[in-house]
């Protein structure tokens, strides 16, 4: 699998056309034999690569006294007065479609869950709860490497495993991270596989050999 993903790789970044910007890379995995009405059989998860995003990533943290002025010190956007900022249904959404993932202080998850629920919880991105004690700065770290497989009506793993910028072999240790996510769901761990690709933003998707 490792070389396959390392010809993919290689491949993807190849054909691709020169762009203005950093393309994204990302790795998709086609299932088969897999009963997806049944909710045990979606993958829903989220992977801290090991190599990281190579990009960075939008974080918001909804939070009062001490963690706020921590997050503003981490030069993060903050959330302080929540229903202030729900009032706005129109600027929330924008707000919540512009990050990432939310971080809340865990007393505030209430408030959070009845004034934001129902704009966060369709997108995927209720926050992550926290102690006013905890250290923001590791979880800040973690979100950072993190992605998201979020499979809803077809057997289809797509998920973003870094950049253009970053090595060959950081993308396929990256992508490999993801099909271990997928050995481990099924019982027939990749056999369930039916084809996996590898394409950057603009570029045509490569198939590998598997």
Not at 46 to 53: D, N, V
Not at 138 to 165: H, W, Y
Request: hydrophobic fraction near 40%.
């Amino acid at each position: 699998m490792n070389k396959a993903l390392a010809r993919g790789v290689k491949e993807a970044k190849e054909i691709t056309k020169p762009r203005n910007f950093t393309q994204s890379i990302e790795l998709i995995a086609n299932l088969k034999e897999i009963d997806i009405k049944k909710p045990e059989n979606k993958i829903r998860q989220e992977i801290i690569l090991p190599q990281g995003r190579g990009k960075p990533v939008k974080i918001a943290v909804i939070a009062e006294r001490e963690v706020a002025l921590n997050a503003k010190e981490l030069g993060l956007d903050v959330i302080e007065d929540l229903k202030e900022f729900a009032s706005n249904k129109r600027e929330a959404r924008k707000f919540v479609n512009n990050h990432d993932f939310f971080i809340s202080q865990m007393d505030l998850m209430p408030q959070v869950g009845k004034l934001l629920g129902p704009i966060l919880a369709p997108r995927g991105k209720m926050p992550k709860p926290m102690l006013p004690t905890a250290p923001l700065e590791g979880l800040i770290k973690n979100l950072e490497k993190t992605v998201k497989i979020d499979m809803k009506k077809a057997p289809v793993v797509q998920v973003l495993i870094g950049t253009e910028a970053m090595s060959d072999e950081d993308l396929v240790e990256n992508a490999m991270a993801i099909i271990n996510v997928i050995e481990r769901k099924y019982e027939r761990g990749l056999a369930h596989i039916k084809s996996i690709y590898i394409k950057t933003t603009m570029g045509k998707p490569v198939k590998l050999g598997v």
